[in-house]
């Protein structure tokens, strides 16, 4: 029988050692990638926490995942994805993309790969984060979602913040569209909280969610931060602390960026 695609199971390590390699190498290539701190990363399960940019393509994240997957490095890693890659992607495209690692984002997955040995990749912010304007491109945006810690401390594993700067160059977010999504109710219907009005290649002028686009060539940098205990204080503190720490790295990343593209 078939394993449906956003299911733990559908995760081919064969696969992506026949195709990781070369498409991080045209993704290193196109925005000339610079990643930091890889040494902070733990030889045992965690909790990796990032920002999310670039609307519907999330160039940093698959700039991430593809310098992880290229490392060498234990414990493999899996990526939490919304439900949409797998319900709204044509099929081999979201069969792929569940042979490289996507999960459907549920804490019953997240749990069980993190007991099973995986490191797991979340974006809190989700589309609030991927889909915020242009002028907050710097900014980290996880709209008070908090549950991440929760599933760290349940699972017992550190929380690794990881930052991106630059992804959100590969496209012009004018405004995220997020009342006109809790309008139109597909914040209930389909759990798109953002309806985006963005400036892309090759559409132009486009208003919702992009199906696809070229990205512009943005430089992207990727800072892995020094873990964090999910048990130092609680919920609250914990997620204040992971925002801050990844916050003063965002700035200090776009401190060096003179401007957009350059």
Known sequence: MAVAPGALAAVD???????????????????RVDVQGMEHLPSRPFLGVGNHSGAAMIPDT????????????????????????FDVYPRPLARSLAKLGAVRARTDLALEALRQGYAVQVYP????????????????????RK???????????????????G?????VVLWDGASLARRLGFDRRFRLKTFPLSLSLPWGLWLGPLPGYVPLPARISVRVLPPLSPDDGDVDAVDARVRTSMQ?????????RRLPWL
């Open 13 to 31: 390590h064969d696969f992506q050692r026949r195709h990781v390699g070369w498409l991080t190498r045209a993704l290193h290539a196109w925005f």
């Open 62 to 85: 698959l700039v991430w995942l593809g310098t992880y997957h290229t490392s060498g490095r234990q414990p493999p890693l899996v990526t939490l994805a919304h439900d949409a890659m």
């Open 125 to 144: 912010g989700g589309d609030y984060d991927a889909c915020r304007s242009f002028s907050r491109r710097n900014e980290v945006v996880f709209a008070g």
């Open 147 to 165: 549950g991440y810690v929760a599933l760290a401390r349940e699972a017992g594993v550190p929380i690794v913040p990881v930052v991106c700067v």
């Open 167 to 171: 992804g959100h160059e590969a496209l």
């Open 248 to 256: 003063c790295a965002v700035d200090e990343l776009a401190k060096g």
